[in-house]
């Protein structure tokens, strides 16, 4: 894991840090050797600054750095500064085999220094509490820098849930709203289709009869109209949801259920369908998830008979129960020769959409043309 970036404040203290510690280390001696051995002062402090430049690099070269360093200070306690700092940054890694022998090169450099060449002794007999104040100083400086390391591990393991978090709730935000859009779309077209269907219907009659009074075409005109004005508002409606915020938008009226097939039977055969209808089940007992599919599946059968069979016979059987599940079957006549009114466009979304309605709802969709007959027959499981 890379170490994170220091700022100019921790730049700043982490160079008051190594120049104090360099300080308390080599002070006592510099005296000693500005006094008897000033070529050893001046090579002393070489030596220093030449760790202090070089701990810049301790996070491209970490052990290098801290195993020069530390050797170092074992001889010339002016790079004891560098040699801590560069220690601690190496453990910040947690890597055992990396802090071990750099721990050990380290104390046994001190430990050389303070047995052999340690010229401001007072007595040997202090020998023992230099070493041990060595050994806690490397100790302290090693777990220190293990649990900044762990700490700083924890806080990118945090942040990288968090930001993991967040882009799967975006994920998860951004593919709602491409369901709903889509759901959106499958009610514009449930809707929308049937309004326009009527549409088409009584224009095409009115274009294609030339026998009609003018009572009847006045009524097929205001049929239109109605259809047409209440096509526009569902259309604004859904509009609407588009464009407002969640919080804006108006609420969504309730979905029709089962019970409201035969009103929609009933806005066909207003419109001129001619439509027969078996149904052996009652709609008010049919579970309202279901209720909703069958409603769905009703309306789409029953407009793309009228758009594209009219004027034919149409047939819609509803049968089945709780073991058997609900079986739907629309059954139009082909019309036999060419109409003289152009056909209205087909998009095939409307069974797709239905085939989709079915498979969600635990059911199955199936439709066959013969030569004469056009059947759209859809099952759905009662308990699903």
């Not at 360093?69 to 040699?83: D, M, Q, R, V």
């Not at 023992?128 to 220190?144: C, K, M, Q, Y």
């Not at 055969?269 to 009652?282: C, F, H, I, T």
């Amino acid at each position: 894991m890379p170490a994170p970036p220091i700022s100019r404040w921790g730049h700043t203290w982490r160079i008051a840090l190594v120049l104090g510690i360099s300080g308390l280390a080599w002070g006592p001696l510099a005296e000693y050797q500005w006094d008897r051995a000033r070529w050893w002062f001046w090579l002393d402090l070489a030596v220093g600054v030449l760790s202090f430049v070089a701990i810049f690099w301790r996070r491209r070269f970490p052990v290098a750095v801290a195993l020069t360093t530390n050797i170092a200070a074992g001889f010339f306690l002016s790079a004891g500064g560098p040699a801590t700092i560069s220690l601690f940054s190496l453990s910040t890694r947690r890597r055992w085999r990396e802090i071990l022998p750099v721990s050990a090169a380290g104390f046994a450099s001190g430990a050389a220094f303070i047995l052999f060449a340690d010229p401001t002794a007072p007595s040997r007999d202090f020998i023992l509490v230099d070493l041990a104040l060595l050994t806690t100083i490397v100790a302290i400086t090693v777990g220190w820098g293990m649990y900044a390391g762990s700490r700083r591990e924890l806080l990118a393991t945090l942040r990288d849930r968090a930001e993991t978090a967040e882009s799967e709730q975006a994920a998860r935000i951004a593919q709602a709203r491409i369901a709903e859009r889509a759901q959106i779309a499958r009610e514009m077209h449930d809707v929308l289709a049937h309004r326009i269907s009527i549409v088409t219907m009584h224009a095409g009659a009115l274009s294609y009869r030339d026998d009609l009074s003018a009572d009847e075409v006045k009524a097929t005109a205001a049929t239109i109209e109605q259809s047409s004005r209440l096509a526009l508002v569902e259309l604004r409606e859904v509009l609407g949801v588009l464009r407002e915020g969640a919080g804006d938008a108006e609420p969504e009226p309730p979905q029709p259920t089962a019970a409201a097939i035969a009103d929609l039977v009933q806005r066909f055969r207003d419109a001129g369908m001619n439509l027969v209808v078996d149904v052996s089940v009652d709609p008010a007992s049919i579970p309202a998830p279901i209720g909703r599919t069958a409603y769905r599946v009703v309306q789409e059968g029953l407009t793309n008979a009228a758009k594209h069979a009219p004027r034919t016979r149409v047939e819609l059987t509803m049968s089945g129960g709780p073991e058997t599940g609900l079986t739907i079957e629309v059954t139009n006549r082909i019309p036999a020769g060419q109409r003289t009114t152009a056909s209205p466009p087909e998009s095939g979304l409307g069974l797709i959409g239905l085939t989709e309605r079915a498979q969600l709802a635990g059911g199955g969709l199936h439709r066959s043309t013969t030569t004469d007959r056009h059947v759209l027959r859809v099952w759905l499981p009662w308990a699903a």
